[in-house]
C-alpha cells in the first residue's frame, strides 16, 4: 500500500486505532515524507493529526509533538512546512475539544 493511499483512508472503529498505530510509527521514523503526502489533502492532514492525538498520550508526549510539528512549520521544503501548520492546527483544536481523551 502507498503512503499516499494509507493517508487517505477514512478512519472509525477499530480499524482507526490499527491505522493510527501505523501513522505514527511512519511519523516516528521521519515525519517529512508523510507531510508531503498530506500536501494537498485535508483527509490526510486530519489522518495525521488524528493518529498524533490518539497515540499522544500524557500532556508531555503531546507537547512533544507540538514542538516537534512548530519546527517542521519551519522546514526547507514549503510543502512541508504548510502541512506542518495544518496538521498543528487540527491536532490543538481536537486538543482543545477533547483535553482529557484518549
Known amino acids: 500500500m502507498s503512503l499516499d493511499a494509507l493517508l487517505g483512508?477514512?478512519?472509525?472503529?477499530a480499524p482507526a486505532e490499527i491505522l493510527s498505530d501505523v501513522i505514527a510509527h511512519l511519523w516516528g521514523r521521519n515525519p517529512?515524507?508523510?507531510?508531503?503526502?498530506?500536501?494537498d489533502s485535508a483527509?490526510?492532514?486530519?489522518?495525521?493529526?488524528?493518529?498524533?492525538?490518539m497515540n499522544g498520550g500524557t500532556r508531555p508526549i503531546r507537547q512533544d509533538q507540538l514542538r516537534e510539528l512548530k519546527r517542521l512549520t519551519k522546514h526547507s521544503d514549503k510543502?512541508?512546512?504548510?502541512?506542518?501548520?495544518k496538521v498543528e492546527?487540527?491536532?490543538?483544536?481536537?486538543?482543545i475539544a477533547q483535553p482529557n481523551s484518549p
Not at 483527509?43 to 492525538?53: G, M, P, S, T, Y
Not at 510543502?79 to 501548520?85: D, E, L, N, P, Q
Not at 492546527?89 to 486538543?95: I, Y
Open 79 to 85: 510543502r512541508v512546512a504548510s502541512t506542518a501548520k
Open 9 to 13: 483512508l477514512r478512519s472509525d472503529g
Open 43 to 53: 483527509q490526510r492532514v486530519e489522518n495525521i493529526a488524528d493518529a498524533l492525538w
Open 32 to 39: 517529512v515524507p508523510l507531510l508531503i503526502s498530506a500536501a
Open 89 to 95: 492546527q487540527n491536532l490543538r483544536k481536537t486538543l
